[in-house]
C-alpha cells in the first residue's frame, strides 16, 4: 500500500513539492555558511518524494543550535516552502482519493518550518 501511495504521490504533488526543496538548496549552497540549511533541505526533499512508510522524529541530541538554525531557516526558505504544503494539502483535498496524501502534506508543514534537530526514519 505504501508503495502505491508514494506513486501516487509523485504524480499528484511530490515531484513539485521535490522541485522546491531542491531550488531551497541549491540557492542555500550559494552563501557558504547556509551549507548546513542546504543539506537540510536535500534530505527534506528526498523524504517530499517518497514520504510513505517514514516517519520524523525528534533528534535527542539537537539543543540550542537546532532552535537558533530552524529561526534562520523559516526566514531563509521555510515560510515559502510551508506555504507549498498547504496549498498542495488543499488541492489533494479536493478529490476522495487525494484526501490521504492531503493529510500527509499538512503532517509535513511542521517539519518545512522546523527542520533542524530531526531525523527521517522508516517505520518498519
Known amino acids: 500500500m505504501r508503495t502505491i501511495l508514494n506513486i501516487i504521490w509523485v504524480i499528484l504533488a511530490g515531484w513539485a513539492l521535490f522541485l522546491g ?3 531551497a538548496g541549491v540557492i542555500l549552497c550559494i552563501p557558504i555558511v547556509t551549507i ?3 543539506i537540510a533541505s536535500f534530505r527534506l526533499a528526498n523524504y517530499a518524494l517518497w ?3 517514514r516517519e520524523v522524529i525528534d533528534r ?3 539543543g540550542l543550535g537546532s532552535l537558533l538554525g530552524n529561526i534562520l531557516w523559516v526566514v ?3 515560510w515559502w516552502l510551508a506555504i507549498g504544503h498547504i496549498l498542495s494539502g488543499i488541492a489533494l483535498c479536493i478529490t ?3 484526501i490521504p496524501m492531503g493529510i500527509a502534506d499538512f503532517k509535513m508543514v511542521s517539519i518545512s518550518l522546523m527542520p533542524l534537530g530531526k531525523e527521517i526514519v522508516s517505520k518498519r
Open 21 to 23: 526543496y531542491v531550488v
Open 36 to 38: 548546513p540549511w542546504a
Open 51 to 53: 514520504p510513505f512508510g
Open 60 to 62: 535527542p541530541t539537537s
Open 76 to 78: 531563509l526558505a521555510g
Open 96 to 98: 476522495i482519493i487525494g
